[in-house]
C-alpha cells in the first residue's frame, strides 16, 4: 500500500502545510484589506447611491458622463 | 475489465527528469498526484485574484461583489456566533472554508484527484485547527479555558468522570472534523466511480444498438444528478467544517 509510505504521508501533510498558509496570506494580507477598505471607498452601505452610480458608470460611453457630473460637481464646489 | 472503486484515491509518486538523471530521488522528495491536484488549486486561487482585480469600469465587477457578500456573511457569522471581539478570526475562517471549497470542487472535475478525501490531509486541517483553538482559548482566557472541561450543576461525585468525557469529547473532535469531511468524499466519489463502472459495462454488451443507446439515457441522468449533489456536497461539506469551527471558537472565547 503506498499510503502507508511514511514519505508519502510526510509530503502530503507538509504539501497541505505549505499550501494552507499560502492560502491564509492571500485572504488576510490580500483579499480582505483589499474588499473592506473599498467599502468605505466606494459607500457600498448606501445601496441606493450605488445603484445609481453603478447604471450610470455601466450606462454612459467610455465614461463621458461621468466625467461631465465630475465638472458639474467641481463647478459646484467652486 | 473491473476497475476497484477506490483506486481512484492511490497516490502515484513521480519524479522529474532532467538530461536523463532525476532531478530528485524518488525516496526524498515526492511529486505526486496530490501534489499536482494542489497545485491546480493554486491556479484557482490566482485566478479568483485575476478576476477580482479585472474592472472594466469605475466600479468593480461582479466577482468582486460576490466575493464581498460572501466575506460579509462570514464576518456577520462571526460576529453573530461567537462575538465582536473575534473579528480578527475572519482571515482563518475564510482560509478554511474556500480552501476546503476549492480542493473538494476540484475533485470533481473528471479524471481529476479530490485531495480532501485523504486522510492525512484532513487530520492536519482538523488538528491544526482545534491546536488553533486551544492556543486561542488559553491567551484568551487563561486558566478559565479549563472549565470547558468541568460540567455545571453536576454532583460532586460524578464529576470526574463526567471531566474525563469532556476531555476525551474534546480530543475527539479532531477526529470528528477530519473524518467527516473525508468519509463524505470517499462514499461520494466511491458512489460515483460504482455507477459510472455499472453504466460502462451494460454498455459495452451491445455498443451498436440504438435502442440501448435510449436505455441508457436515463442512469446517465441519474448519475448527472447524483454529480450535482456532489457539488452541493462539496460546498455543504466547506460550509459545515467552518460552522463547527465558530462553534469551537466560541469556547475559546467565553468561558462558562
Known amino acids: ?78 | 475489465m473491473i476497475f476497484s472503486p477506490l483506486e481512484q484515491f492511490e497516490i502515484f509518486p513521480n519524479s522529474f527528469y532532467i538530461f536523463q538523471s532525476s532531478l530528485v530521488t524518488k525516496d526524498f522528495f515526492l511529486f505526486s498526484n496530490l501534489d499536482f491536484s494542489f497545485l491546480v488549486s493554486l491556479i484557482e486561487l490566482l485566478n479568483l485574484k485575476w478576476f477580482l482585480l479585472e474592472s472594466k469600469f469605475v466600479f468593480p465587477n461582479f466577482s468582486y461583489f460576490f466575493l464581498e457578500s460572501v466575506f460579509l456573511v462570514a464576518l456577520s457569522m462571526l460576529v453573530s456566533m461567537v462575538g465582536k471581539n473575534a473579528q480578527a478570526n475572519l482571515g482563518i475562517v475564510l482560509t478554511l472554508f474556500f480552501f476546503i471549497l476549492i480542493l473538494n470542487v476540484l475533485g470533481l472535475i473528471p479524471f481529476g484527484f479530490c485531495v480532501t478525501s485523504q486522510i492525512i490531509v484532513t487530520q492536519f486541517l482538523g488538528f491544526f485547527a482545534i491546536g488553533g483553538l486551544t492556543l486561542k482559548g488559553i491567551q484568551n482566557l487563561g486558566f478559565n479555558f479549563l472549565n470547558l472541561f468541568v460540567p455545571r450543576n453536576v454532583p460532586i461525585v460524578m464529576l470526574p468522570f463526567l471531566s474525563v468525557i469532556e476531555i476525551i469529547s474534546f480530543i475527539s473532535r479532531t477526529l470528528s472534523l477530519s473524518i467527516r469531511l473525508f468519509a463524505n468524499m470517499v462514499a461520494g466519489h466511491a458512489l460515483l466511480h460504482i455507477l459510472m463502472g455499472a453504466l460502462l459495462s451494460i454498455f459495452s454488451i451491445n455498443f451498436a444498438s440504438v435502442l440501448l443507446l435510449i436505455v441508457f439515457f436515463l442512469p446517465a441522468l441519474l448519475i448527472f444528478a447524483i454529480m450535482l449533489l456532489e457539488m452541493g456536497i462539496a460546498f455543504l461539506q466547506a460550509y459545515v467544517f467552518v460552522v463547527l469551527f465558530l462553534i469551537y471558537l466560541n469556547d475559546s472565547y467565553k468561558s462558562h
Open chain 1, 1 to 78: 500500500m503506498p499510503q502507508l509510505d511514511f514519505f508519502i504521508f510526510f509530503d502530503e501533510a507538509f504539501t497541505t502545510f505549505i499550501f494552507f498558509f499560502y492560502f491564509y496570506y492571500v485572504f488576510s494580507f490580500f483579499f480582505i484589506p483589499l474588499l473592506f477598505k473599498a467599502k468605505f471607498y466606494l459607500n457600498f452601505i448606501n445601496k441606493t447611491l450605488f445603484l445609481k452610480n453603478f447604471f450610470n458608470a455601466s450606462f454612459s460611453v467610455s465614461g463621458n458622463k461621468i466625467i461631465s457630473e465630475t465638472k458639474y460637481i467641481n463647478k459646484s464646489l467652486k
